[in-house]
């Protein structure tokens, strides 16, 4: 067979930890250049020098894009819990809310409404944001997984990237490939006063509004019949359908729970950013995914934490790591920080930081 | 007639067919005409929704007696349906007409007066509504006969119907071919904007019935004759020798096959020598994944990646120029090989680089790999358009004044040369691919791909192989990106030219064709690259259309349309891993409990 002749020429290397020196190698390499980068930024000359108020504004802005990516990673881990695939749609259910509060945005803001009555606003635009993704997202598990459920694991991967491609050209051709100017309710746009430090109040809010989705979440899957019913599914959907629990009536649930926040999601997120376009799901769904594999893929809580980490990360990372290499525009590169951060996770700690050691993923 | 059955039916075939409205399809094809004035490609997309939703509302029952007697209530239910499906679009175009056009297209920009034009035939709104109504219940009808009659009957119909459209769409090639051979095409294209001419569309639909009623009668004599075996086609690979003698049939086919390779770009014009090169880049590029996912089953979704390897080191080794805000300016590196010797270092540093990329994603699962996988490819479109790499790759801007690759004074930027580069590069890949396919390393590859740890058991080194297929791809691939290089003369990663966009590209070329395929890679490309870069109305709908086209062959020919057999039974087979729940998958279990919703309750 092919192997025992290799087998023979590479006898002495069988056993040899390999794997972990070379890890081991990369890990402390990282570290050096974490160390030495972050050194030089911050005893960088006066001129150039980062002042501290400017890192904490990075940082309260890397809190707001983390909840954002928080509430997206929900729907990757449930889905994940669930039926231990990715998503890989999920970016595009965040992307059809946005587009689902957009046209009522718009008009409201055109009559002057959006301004006058705030609260009842932002709840229609929450509402109409929650029901296309939750849609959208029933749609896709009725579409894209139940009927390749039992499938080889490759299958329901590539069908799931086709339904993200299908969701962009259809949005795109639905509402134009452009991006939209979404309008922010005046009351938002201010800044407000936090410890010595000015804040933007959008991501104030947007924080606070994770924080209660995250809550509601947690009461939701620990306390009523249905979030147990999807626990005892996802511990083993075979004896679980025994029990007398409808297992696809499960599945469309979570799917239509991850929508339900990803809904959430994208109005904050278009409020925080000012435009939408049928491309805009790719790169927080991205996000978000390594902010739910960081914390911990299957866990909820790991994922609030692994959204506001590496939302963090992202904003901070890129300034204090590579600024004093003095790298022109370090902002551009906070998407390697993302993919980095994934791929570092999965090598060293695949479980993520609150999850468990997982066999199944190796 | 099953009510129920039959407005669902209609249901579905009139969101299909609002869809397509609102998505821009029937709008922006109006004005490809495929056969003279009277069928536009547009009303193709009309006509199909109500004929299909008919044919498959009437599945014909299995006793071949009964069907006779059925025909006509068979077609009344596919009148039904189509009657249905009409009326939901007749509703939407009310509705567009109630509200107001205007008001409707702040929200569905495609929603235009051409569409609502092409809609209602010119007449008024409920004029047009009540003739789609009626036409698409003699569609549905149609539809449904078509389905009912005897597999004699349907199969010229359904063949001479494709020769025509397929003639129509390739308007832009045909006719060229034609002027070059000196025939007379008058009789089947006048102008080569206009489609078929009526009479001619006519005299193809029955060539071809003729065409494949005679190809049927002898097929169906030869069996006879030769007995079942024969009648098979022969599985890809499969050397036709050893039947007879020496292989006349298999001979022949082959230089048929090499002549035409050569003759095409003459015979087919520059226009369409370029659209023939770039289904080469692509069908290089779906070689090249092919051994990475249809071979050793590993899902690579950041294919770009060597692509952009490819085409960028090719242009510093050959010495080309960053583009700058003040004209062309020379790169730290930039060297000045040969071309050719070029394209040979660009494929091993790719090898190399798939080496490295590969490495710490040995361990990783499916859905994991296919996830980092993407994230390297957008590291390198990041980094390459990244202002800190600016001085190497020229940024946003990119690099420029690339030397093309030549022999003597014959260049290979010109489409019509560029296109043999091409062929000769991927033939150079369909014969390491073949070659590879049932070799040992093809067998590890297969053995790796049913069962990972299995195959380990058995003593087939995983890593090595695992290494190998993605060294292998990735140099296949920056072929594919060495040449784009040339064909371009300069490269810049900002917009989509090496986003993720091309990656899924590559996957859906390879996923149509089939798994594991090689005459599936080069169908592929043909049908998602060629066609859509001939038809320039496409451009705005690939997503749409390759999105649509790996979920329609997941969800139903897993196999692709090419398949090969062996890939075939994997993916057909059905996986009971996960619901099973005897002792084997109790680790399977324990992992549930530990990572789950569950994880923090039941601990």
């Not at chain 2, 059955?5 to 490809?32: E, H, P």
């Not at chain 2, 832009?172 to 009479?199: A, C, H, K, M």
């Not at chain 2, 095409?264 to 069908?283: C, D, F, K």
């Not at chain 2, 089939?514 to 001939?534: C, M, Q, Y």
Request: glycine share 14%.
């Amino acid at each position: 067979m092919a192997a025992s002749a290799g087998g023979r020429k590479l006898g002495w290397t069988v056993g040899f930890p390999w794997r972990r020196i070379i890890l081991t190698l990369v890990a402390i390499g990282i570290g050096v250049f974490v160390l030495i980068g972050s050194y030089r930024t911050l005893t960088l000359p006066d001129a150039e020098r980062i002042i501290a108020e400017t890192w904490f504004q990075l940082m309260v802005r890397g809190l707001a894009l983390g909840a954002v990516y928080a509430l997206i990673a929900l729907g990757y881990t449930l889905v994940y819990g669930i039926l231990r695939t990715i998503n890989f749609a999920h970016g595009e259910v965040f992307m059809a809310g946005a587009f689902g509060s957009y046209f009522f945005a718009a008009a409201f803001a055109e009559s002057g409404f959006l301004d006058r009555h705030i609260v009842v606003s932002v709840i229609v635009l929450l509402l109409s944001s929650m029901a296309v993704s939750v849609g959208v997202a029933v749609l896709l598990e009725r579409v894209a997984y139940r009927p390749v459920r039992r499938a080889p694991r490759v299958v329901p991967l590539i069908t799931a990237i086709g339904a993200s491609l299908f969701l962009q050209g259809t949005f795109s051709g639905f509402f134009g490939p452009d991006f939209k100017g979404y309008p922010k309710p005046e009351i938002l746009g201010g800044q407000w006063e936090l410890f010595g430090v000015t804040v933007k109040r959008t991501d104030i809010v947007v924080f606070l509004t994770m924080v209660v989705a995250v809550a509601a979440l947690q009461y939701f899957v620990r306390r009523t019949t249905t979030g147990k019913s999807m626990r005892a599914v996802a511990y083993d959907r075979e004896i679980a359908s025994l029990m007398g629990i409808d297992v696809d009536r499960v599945v469309l649930t979570t799917f239509a729970i991850g929508g339900l926040l990803a809904g959430i999601a994208a109005v904050l997120y278009s409020m925080t950013f000012g435009q939408i376009g049928p491309f805009m799901g790719f790169l927080p769904g991205i996000a978000a995914f390594t902010a739910a594999v960081l914390g911990g893929i299957g866990s909820i809580g790991g994922a609030a934490l692994g959204g506001l980490l590496l939302g963090i990360l992202q904003s901070v990372g890129p300034y204090l790591l590579l600024s004093g290499f003095h790298v022109p525009s370090p902002f551009q590169l906070k998407d390697v920080v993302t993919f980095s951060v994934l791929v570092l996770v999965l090598l060293f700690r695949p479980a993520g930081l609150l999850g468990s050691e997982e066999v199944d993923r190796l | 007639m099953n009510l129920r059955r039959t407005i669902r039916g209609g249901a579905m075939g009139g969101t299909v067919l609002v869809y397509l409205c609102l998505v821009g399809l029937v709008g922006t094809f109006s004005d490809l005409s495929l056969i003279g004035t009277w069928l536009t490609a547009a009303g193709l997309l009309l006509v199909l929704p109500p004929v299909v939703a008919g044919a498959v509302m009437t599945r014909p029952r299995v006793q071949a007696g009964e069907r006779r007697t059925m025909a006509l209530s068979t077609a009344g239910t596919g009148a039904a349906t189509g009657f249905a499906s009409g009326a939901v679009l007749a509703v939407g175009m009310g509705l567009v007409q109630v509200i107001g056009i205007d008001t409707v297209r702040r929200v569905f920009v495609s929603v235009s007066p051409i569409l609502m034009e092409t809609l209602t035939f010119g007449l008024s709104t409920w004029g047009g509504a009540l003739v789609i109504v009626i036409g698409a219940a003699a569609l549905g009808g149609a539809g449904a006969l078509l389905r009912s009659m005897p597999r004699q009957i349907r199969r010229p119909i359904v063949v001479g119907t494709v020769a025509v459209v397929a003639l129509g769409l390739l308007q832009r090639v045909v006719p060229s071919i034609f002027d070059t051979l000196s025939i007379e095409r008058d009789w089947l294209y006048r102008d080569i904007t206009n489609g078929l001419q009526t009479t001619g569309a006519l005299i193809v639909f029955l060539l071809s019935v003729g065409v494949t009623e005679g190809l049927r009668r002898l097929q169906g004599r030869s069996a006879k004759e030769a007995g079942p075996a024969d009648a098979l086609p022969p599985e890809e690979g499969a050397a036709p020798e050893g039947r007879r003698g020496v292989p006349w049939g298999g001979v022949v086919r082959v230089v048929v096959l090499a002549v035409a390779l050569v003759a095409l770009p003459q015979l087919a014009g520059p226009v369409v020598s370029e659209s023939l090169g770039t289904v080469g880049i692509y069908v290089l590029l779906g070689l090249g994944l092919n051994i990475v996912v249809g071979y050793a089953g590993l899902l690579d979704l950041g294919y770009v990646a060597f692509v952009a390897v490819g085409a960028y080191f090719f242009a510093l080794l050959t010495g080309s120029h960053l583009i700058t805000a003040f004209g062309l300016e020379d790169p730290l590196a930039s060297l000045h090989v040969d071309p050719f010797v070029a394209i040979a270092l660009v494929a091993g540093i790719a090898a190399l680089i798939g080496l490295v990329i590969g490495a710490p994603v040995l361990r990783l699962r499916g859905d994991y790999l296919a996830i980092v996988t993407l994230g390297f490819g957008e590291i390198a479109r990041v980094l390459l358009t990244s202002d800190w790499l600016q001085p190497v790759f020229g940024g946003a801007r990119g690099l420029g004044d690339i030397t093309d690759a030549s022999i003597g004074s014959y260049g290979f930027r010109h489409p019509q040369h560029f296109y043999y580069l091409v062929l000769a590069l991927c033939l150079f890949a369909v014969f390491v691919s073949w070659r590879l396919q049932d070799s040992r390393i093809g067998r590890a590859w297969t053995a790796m791909r049913e069962d990972e740890q299995v195959a380990d058991a058995t003593g087939v080194s995983t890593v090595r192989y695992k290494l190998l297929a993605f060294a292998m791809g990735g140099a296949i691939g920056s072929l594919g990106g060495a040449v784009y290089a040339i064909k371009l003369g300069s490269l810049s990663a900002s917009g989509g030219t090496f986003g993720v966009l091309v990656s899924v590209t590559v996957l859906a070329v390879v996923i149509l064709g089939g798994l594991g395929s090689i005459r599936g890679v080069i169908v592929g490309a043909l049908v998602l690259i060629g066609l859509p870069d001939l038809l320039s109305q496409f451009e705005e709908y690939r997503l749409l259309v390759y999105g649509a086209a790996l979920m329609v062959m997941m969800l139903q020919r897993p196999q692709g349309l090419v398949p090969n057999s062996r890939r075939t039974r994997e993916l057909l087979e059905v996986d009971r891993s996960q619901d099973r729940w005897t002792g084997a998958l109790a680790a399977d279990k324990r992992v549930a409990s530990e990572v789950s919703p569950v994880g923090e309750g039941s601990g």
